[in-house]
């Protein structure tokens, strides 16, 4: 019985970890591109959800087409952001741009507020309610196919990134903007892209995300956890964030179930928390980041 819910425990983790994963994923890799931290990359990945919904539930779109198409308007909406809202603000101080992508975040939450209602909606389902057994273990469907959709999405990446032209150019910029800006890659095309990028892998998380929980606006504070988990694989490292958030996913569910009766409730919603803090004492970088020393 013990491993029958031990599975369970990681199956369920490694669902959430996945969203974990990608949304860290799409901070990383703006990060990279244009040394900024997009805070509104939750609700990227709320908004995209909700797209979704409409798509569905209005335009009676089945849900591979609804799933697409959603991810073509995220593509739109993030380029626009990032060319009308965030490249203007290049140069300007850390904090001014910090505080621009919060605005953000916020005026995104409360339109889909709005236009959508604060209420919890259930996203139709487009895997059966009938779970997997496996080895005693009942695993929901919804989790089996995020974990799955996670892993098409980053082998998919990683050819794009590593044989790619658009994928090179984005390597280059990121190792040194300057130098790749005189080798006449085209910097600001980049950084779109990079945008562009991030919202599809918010969008995919929002989505599958909604498929096993609830669609409400608050569900971008879930995002929030891809912070831990991208500071824990390192705030430069791809394969940093991906393995970050799904450490994350997997302790906080494992925590929640066996420390719960010991430590009190609640403790999984802390235990990503103690895990980055106890790594930043030995690794300050993260797991993967690149060490960086500077003299003085």
Request: proline share 4%; no cysteine; hydrophobic share 60%.
């Amino acid at each position: 019985m013990g491993f029958e819910i031990l599975l369970q425990l990681v199956v369920t983790g490694l669902a959430w970890g996945s969203v974990y994963a990608l949304i860290a994923l799409g901070f990383v890799l703006i990060f990279k591109a244009t040394e900024i931290f997009n805070f509104a990359q939750p609700e990227l990945m709320m908004l995209g959800a909700y797209l979704a919904f409409a798509l569905i539930t209005t335009l009676r779109l089945p849900f591979i087409a609804a799933f697409f198409a959603a991810l073509v308007l995220m593509i739109v909406v993030a380029a626009l952001l990032e060319m009308l809202i965030v490249r203007p603000m290049v140069g300007e101080p850390v904090l001014a741009v910090i505080m621009v992508t919060l605005g953000l975040a916020n005026v995104i939450r409360g339109l889909t507020g709005l236009i959508w209602g604060y209420e919890e909606l259930q996203f139709p389902k487009p895997f059966s309610s009938d779970p997997f057994v496996v080895f005693g273990a009942v695993i929901n469907q919804a989790e089996v196919f995020t974990i799955l959709a996670t892993a098409v999405l980053l082998v998919v990446f990683f050819l794009f990134f590593k044989y790619s032209t658009a994928g090179l150019s984005m390597r280059a910029t990121a190792e040194d903007t300057t130098t790749a800006f005189l080798m006449g890659i085209n910097v600001k095309r980049v950084f779109t892209a990079s945008w562009a990028i991030a919202s599809v892998v918010a969008t995919v998380a929002g989505i599958m995300l909604a498929t096993f929980t609830y669609l409400e606006p608050i569900m971008s504070h879930a995002g929030l956890k891809a912070l831990p988990a991208m500071i824990l694989g390192g705030m430069d490292s791809i394969p940093g964030a991906i393995i970050g958030g799904l450490i994350i996913g997997v302790a906080e569910n494992l925590a929640g179930f066996y420390l719960e009766s010991y430590l009190g409730a609640g403790i999984n919603e802390i235990a990503a928390y103690v895990i980055v803090l106890i790594v930043m004492m030995v690794r300050p970088y993260g797991l993967f980041g690149t060490k960086q020393i500077e003299r003085v």
